[in-house]
């Protein structure tokens, strides 16, 4: 009972921090925009780009950190998406933007720790000089985007949220992103393409 509480008081004093992102006012990367690629490290030393990743359909980029309470928040469902989909054709990879001088808990040795401890599988990237951050216009941690590939190359297909409630997995009623990949995996287009972002602001 104890970790529910904790992490409520931690959310209240992050609330400074907190926003809903207005998606209108969002720069970078739109629905339908083809997305470059890039190369970034992972914790175990590697360098990983998205065509890396021959034979997927696509991708689920998450902007997140080990800091942010929000982002503490979705780290299992998260996981939970990369266990549905990897499968299925869309890895998860996840990209920290936060400057580890701004903010130390998200150092490379930290994000190292917190990926071991949680035993993530999937990528979990630094961006070094917050170089690919910007050009996503991700502003919060997390900020979901899911990609598809096409002959042009990845495409932005939606962009938000993961999801209706980071309070309580439990009481979810709208999969935000499982809704977008499930609708891709089906030949359907996404219904709900862009939603407002909830979480912590990336530390510049």
């Known amino acids: 009972m104890k970790t529910p509480v904790l992490l409520s008081i931690m959310m209240l004093t992050f609330m400074s921090d907190f926003t809903l992102n207005n998606v209108k006012e969002r720069s970078g990367y739109q629905i339908g925009d083809v997305v470059a690629d890039f190369e970034l490290k992972n914790i175990d030393g590697n360098m990983v780009s998205l065509s890396d990743y021959k034979d997927v359909k696509g991708f689920i980029i998450t902007f997140t950190c080990n800091t942010c309470p929000f982002s503490i928040a979705y780290e299992d469902r998260i996981m939970a998406l990369n266990e549905k989909y990897a499968s299925k054709g ?38 070094e000089g917050q170089q690919v951050y910007p050009k996503f216009g991700a502003t919060k941690t997390p900020h979901m985007f899911v990609l598809q590939n096409t002959k042009q190359g990845p495409v932005v297909k939606y962009i938000g949220a993961i999801d209706d409630n980071y309070k309580d997995a439990n009481a979810v009623n709208t999969k935000y992103v499982e809704n977008a990949v499930n609708a891709l995996l089906s030949g359907h287009p996404v219904k709900l393409q862009e939603t407002k972002a909830i979480g912590c602001t990336i530390k510049v």
């Open 90 to 127: 869309y890895p998860v990879i996840a990209i920290n933007p936060n400057n580890p001088k701004v903010q130390p808990g998200d150092s490379y040795k930290s994000m190292q720790q917190r990926a071991l401890e949680k035993g993530f599988t999937f990528p979990y990237l630094v961006d």
